[in-house]
């Protein structure tokens, strides 16, 4: 039972927690800083803007612009050169388009 309870917890906060994103104006004040890449095939996430916060998605891409900080689970800055980016996303047309493409960046989005 100890064992079981660890994981069903973590399962659970998961599923709790969608991409609501704040875009700070300043790098200091993000949890992360983006970079919008030109190509598909250069992006480690495609992103795909939802209209409303119930759409956010657990990690996959599927983000929510909030318009106050305190209702972000991320606050990013998006930073004018690629090498100066923890994570480089391309805005992708249709939801189902959203996702990982390198899955190594994904605890930045946790």
Sequence with gaps: ?????PLVFFMTVG????QKIFTVDY???ADVKVFVVDYE???DLLVYKVDYSS???QNDGKWFFVEYSSQADKKIYFVD???QADLKIFFVKYSSQ?????????????
């Design 15 to 18: 599923f709790l927690f969608g």
């Design 27 to 29: 790098s200091s004040q």
């Design 1 to 5: 039972m100890k064992k079981i309870f």
């Design 55 to 57: 759409q956010a998605g």
């Design 98 to 110: 959203a996702g990982w493409r390198n899955k190594n960046k994904m605890q930045l989005m946790f």
């Design 81 to 83: 050169y690629d090498s």
């Design 41 to 43: 095939s250069q992006a």
